[in-house]
T-cell receptor
């Protein structure tokens, strides 16, 4: 069964510093990988996705993520954090070989950027 | 503007009562989904629908029911059989299932509290 893990409940970083939010996955075959962000009491917003091709994916608001097949990881990164980046971040995976095409979400990582 | 509208935003229910959460989309999307969000557990899929008059159970369908009589609408009923219904409920849609590769658009959510 496919699964996704976000090992950190919270990540703290100072404004202007680089940030990394970690994600690892387990699927049969090649994965489709996504990052979503959630602001308080709101729905999720799409940031970026990896389907195929270049391992480095660029997304909204200056975020990027690198697909690493050997380490089964898809970490979210940003070179310089903003206070407004503070939110809850979710990694998600789906497996084309799974005929239900369900998207499985990680438990979320809260990012806190301090001024 | 196109999007997903969920109502009500907040809902209180007494034990033993059924309650229906509304989800309407004007994105002309074929696929619609219901997720439940609990603190520290990420999002879990309740039901999803690929097309009008068809829907499938997700991972935690027990105690819930849905209908898809119109393309735009996918209401969720939380029945009295749901043992722990207090949660944040998110409705989402995508163009189609897209073999799991399509981006989901989310509504702002409905917070249900059982008194």
């Amino acid at each position: 069964a496919q699964s996704v893990a976000q090992p950190e409940d919270q990540v703290n970083v100072a404004e202007g510093n680089p940030l990394t939010v970690k994600c690892t996955y387990s699927v049969s075959g090649n994965p489709y990988l996504f990052w979503y962000v959630q602001y308080p009491n709101r729905g999720l917003q799409f940031l970026l996705k990896y389907i195929t091709g270049d391992n480095l994916v660029k997304g909204s608001y200056g975020f990027e993520a690198e697909f690493n097949k050997s380490q089964t990881s898809f970490h979210l990164k940003k070179p310089s954090a903003l206070v407004s980046d503070s939110a809850l971040y979710f990694c998600a995976v789906s497996a084309p070989m799974d005929s239900s095409y369900k998207l499985i979400f990680g438990s979320g990582t809260r990012l806190l950027v301090r001024p | 503007d196109g999007g997903i509208t969920q109502s009500p935003k907040y809902l209180f229910r007494k034990e033993g009562q059924n309650v229906t959460l509304s989800c309407e989309q004007n994105l002309n999307h074929d696929a619609m989904y219901w997720y439940r969000q609990d603190p520290g557990q990420g999002l879990r899929l309740i039901y999803y629908s690929q097309i009008v008059n068809d829907f499938q159970k997700g991972d935690i369908a027990e105690g819930y029911s849905v209908s898809r009589e119109k393309k735009e609408s996918f209401p969720l009923t939380v029945t009295s059989a749901q043992k722990n219904p207090t949660a944040f409920y998110l409705c989402a849609s995508s163009i189609d299932l897209g073999a799991g590769a399509n981006v989901l658009t989310f509504g702002a959510g409905s917070r249900l509290t059982v008194l």
